[in-house]
């Protein structure tokens, strides 16, 4: 009876198209398409932002780390899907005002998590593949990863791939990328800003896990806090982001864990959190 128990659960879990799994303090969520390249479908787009939605609301969640299973991280937009809808009375037009706001407000959702988010990038993460690895604050790529936005090959350049893209690499390699939408590999990646560090293939995972781990010991409160702060600075001027985040550093100053943090600091030992 367990053995069938066991079977049955395996077989739900594959039929998933999100898969997540807790590991103490860090939620990882494995997209779960692979026949179709994981590529983000309606479906697919609407599970992220739900799972997002509840880790956001999750105490017991420190980090987030990304992951993929099959043959590619992510192929980006579901062009069959897309495609098939230019037989609507407007062309489309809706569905893909729809599909295009839908995976922004995803994209927008993981920069707005209280919790870092890591993606663990094993396979070839192209269009808004891509773009979901740039909007993760951290990415973690395999030797075997590739990275493009390669839509100005089929006549559809990456708009909106655009924006996560060149808010992580300088100017002229996003243009690079997208004008000519040539694969890149993972120690270009490296190079240019997009991903974090490379790592041996099939050891992606456990590199995100163990930054996860580094980040899910410290104060949740104080990370929360830093990440939005980071994300709202760097879109001020100068003068603008130094007043804001001197605010942000006399109220940070003030919370519990930072009186506790600098005192554990003189005294030299181990501080003890409360998230608060």
């Not at 779960?32 to 509840?54: Q, V």
């Not at 897309?82 to 893909?96: C, H, I, P, V």
């Not at 707005?112 to 890591?118: A, E, K, S, Y």
Request: net charge neutral; glycine share 6%.
């Amino acid at each position: 009876m367990n053995a069938q128990v066991a079977t049955a659960a395996t077989a739900a879990a594959s039929s998933l198209i999100l898969l997540r799994e807790n590991q103490g303090g860090i939620a990882v969520l494995t997209l779960n398409r692979p026949a179709a390249r994981n590529s983000l479908s309606e479906a697919m787009l609407e599970g992220l932002s739900e799972a997002l939605t509840a880790i956001a609301h999750d105490r017991s969640v420190r980090a987030v780390v990304l992951a993929a299973n099959g043959p590619a991280f992510s192929a980006g937009h579901d062009l069959k899907e897309l495609n098939a809808r230019r037989q609507d009375e407007d062309r489309g037009r809706g569905y893909f005002k729809h599909i295009m706001g839908l995976c922004s407000a995803v994209m927008q959702q993981i920069v707005m998590l209280p919790q870092p988010v890591i993606a663990a990038v094993h396979a070839t993460a192209t269009a808004a593949g891509c773009q979901l690895v740039a909007s993760c604050d951290l990415a973690v790529a395999s030797q075997a990863a590739k990275f493009a936005t390669p839509g100005v090959n089929i006549g559809l350049f990456c708009s909106t791939p655009m924006v996560a893209l060149s808010r992580n690499v300088t100017r002229k390699h996003a243009m690079e990328m997208l004008l000519t939408g040539e694969l890149i590999s993972a120690e270009d990646a490296a190079r240019i800003g997009l991903v974090n560090r490379v790592v041996t293939a099939g050891h992606e995972r456990a590199e995100a896990l163990r930054l996860a781990e580094k980040i899910a010991a410290k104060s949740t409160f104080t990370v929360k806090i830093g990440k939005e702060a980071f994300y709202r600075q760097v879109e001020m001027p100068l003068a603008d982001a130094y007043k804001y985040a001197s605010e942000v550093m006399v109220e940070n100053m003030l919370a519990r864990d930072a009186e506790e943090g600098i005192s554990a600091f003189i005294e030299k030992r181990d501080p003890k959190w409360q998230d608060r």
